[in-house]
């Protein structure tokens, strides 16, 4: 019988035949297929275990983590940049589906817990340590023996030659060791998903993320004594079909990561709620409190004339063509434009991020270009080399086609 401790994350040094033997399992686990053709995510995996076995688990904090091995500066903002959590949770989803499958069920199991850093080892089956392993430490007892893992008969042969080579294992191991961690320090981390670097302030959040999602219409935008219920259902309640497949496709991304979230009607959002985290604004002339946020960025929604809606430089106020006439006939239209934003907002201290057409289209088009990693590839790039850029502003075109919008086209960027 296993005793609980077996399965509990140890604070002091594991013992050299159970290191090996972890050890041995994690080289199997990196040569899968689940993470074979990644850079970051082994490297990631191999510290946590190398520095639970040494008994410094309880130094893996994500500062730390976020220092030693993605190379950031000590001072660096674990919220607006949560590469250790999102890094973490996709090694977690990995381990996961490799012992999901039949062939791996048996084998001894590493895994990261929910809110953990640190990995835990469960040996399925008892293990019988090779006699050279404990030579190092005073005979043991029948009672220390009986808390020993076994050899496992499932072991490969040259895992179990390996083990039988003990002194030049260890001296291999330290080799690994000091290489990985001149690896740590000179890789670049461009393996990153581009969606994931564009959502990175948004995902692994342990708050909900709140959407804030836009309201047509500018009458009452709270009940009040007198409201009747088609009031209610049309006016403070009404959300459109265009806004509503935006959120659909943010959600997705939301979901995808494991990330809570809140909805609410920018007709039913306070100040206070903006300022309990990060917020997401889906729409744009819909959406009031979109409006509010992008009076400190470069390009802004502006009317220009009766119902003509134009996206404005407000640097350069160079003339150009992303005018959109809210008055045109709707099947006549052949264009729509839309802004995507991600910036710190000066009222509230938060990150947010804009999602708004100047019609709906143009949000549908914006909504699918933040889902798609094609699209956010050169976005997501910049982002990547330059740790000092946190902000970025884009400027979206799309072509109208029976009245559904085709591929968005990037017109302008600004990043700071």
Not at 47 to 67: A, F, N, Q, S
Not at 128 to 157: C, G, I, K, R
Not at 227 to 236: E, F, G, K, P, S
Not at 395 to 408: A, C, D, E, F, R
Request: charged share 20%; hydrophobic share 35%; proline share 5%.
């Amino acid at each position: 019988m296993q005793t609980s401790e077996r399965n509990q994350p140890k604070q002091n040094a594991w013992n050299k035949g159970e290191s090996e033997l972890v050890l041995v399992q994690l080289e199997r686990l990196l040569a899968s297929h689940h993470f074979k053709l990644s850079k970051k995510y082994p490297i990631l995996l191999r510290y946590l275990v190398e520095k639970t076995l040494c008994g410094e688990g309880h130094l893996l904090k994500e500062r730390t983590i976020g220092v030693e091995v993605f190379d950031r500066t000590p001072d660096y903002n674990t919220a607006d940049d949560p590469v250790v959590r999102t890094t973490i949770a996709e090694i977690r989803k990995r381990i996961a589906q490799y012992y999901h499958e039949d062939t791996h069920s048996n084998e001894l199991r590493i895994e990261l817990t929910a809110g953990s850093y640190i990995p835990e080892f469960h040996f399925s089956t008892p293990l019988q340590l090779p006699p050279h392993a404990n030579s190092d430490t005073t005979e043991a007892t029948p009672q220390s023996e009986a808390a020993s893992p076994t050899f496992n008969s499932e072991l490969p042969t040259a895992a179990k030659q390996r083990l039988a080579r003990g002194p030049w294992v260890a001296l291999g191991l330290l080799l690994l060791v000091l290489g990985s961690f001149g690896a740590w320090k000179a890789w670049q981390w461009y393996t990153i998903s581009p969606v994931e670097t564009v959502w990175a302030p948004f995902i692994g959040s342990h708050s909900p993320v709140l959407i804030c999602i836009g309201r047509p219409g500018s009458k009452a935008s709270e009940d009040t004594r007198d409201t009747t219920l088609l009031d209610h259902i049309n006016q403070v309640n009404a959300l459109t079909y265009d806004d509503v497949m935006a959120l659909l496709d943010i959600t997705d991304i939301l979901r995808a990561h494991a990330q809570s979230f809140l909805i609410k009607s920018s007709a039913k959002t306070t100040f206070s709620d903006l300022q309990e985290g990060s917020t997401i604004y889906v729409g744009a002339l819909d959406n009031t409190w979109t409006l509010r946020a992008m009076k400190s960025l470069r390009y802004q929604f502006d009317e220009v004339s009766s119902g003509k809606i134009q996206i404005t430089d407000h640097r350069d106020h160079k003339q150009n063509d992303w005018i959109v006439d809210q008055n045109a006939v709707y099947p006549n239209l052949n264009r729509d434009y839309a802004i995507i934003a991600r910036f710190q907002n000066p009222e509230t201290d938060k990150t947010v991020m804009l999602v708004g057409g100047i019609g709906g289209d143009g949000t549908k088009a914006a909504a699918k270009f933040l889902a798609r990693p094609g699209d956010l590839k050169e976005i997501a790039a910049k982002l990547q080399n330059n740790h000092n850029l946190k902000n970025f502003e884009i400027v979206l075109g799309t072509q109208l086609i029976n009245g559904s919008p085709g591929p968005p086209r990037v017109l302008a960027t600004e990043m700071w």
